[in-house]
């Protein structure tokens, strides 16, 4: 069974995850706002296909 470890203490099987197309989120292009309560960062699709999340 695959899992990740989001912290030490949790284990959740990658099936419980909510997943989310970096595609989707960006509208087809490269750069989508993402918002955690007061902040805003910036999710980037690179040209290798890569994700960068900034705040």
């Not at 989120?25 to 989508?32: E, R, S, V």
Request: charge should be positive; proline fraction near 7%; aromatic fraction near 4%.
């Amino acid at each position: 069974m695959n899992v990740q470890n989001p912290n030490p203490t949790q284990s959740y099987p990658v099936s419980m995850l909510p997943a989310h197309k970096a595609e989707e989120l960006t509208k087809g292009g490269n750069l989508a706002h993402i918002a955690l309560g007061d902040q805003l960062y910036t999710l980037r699709i690179t040209r290798a296909g890569k994700l960068i999340l900034t705040k």
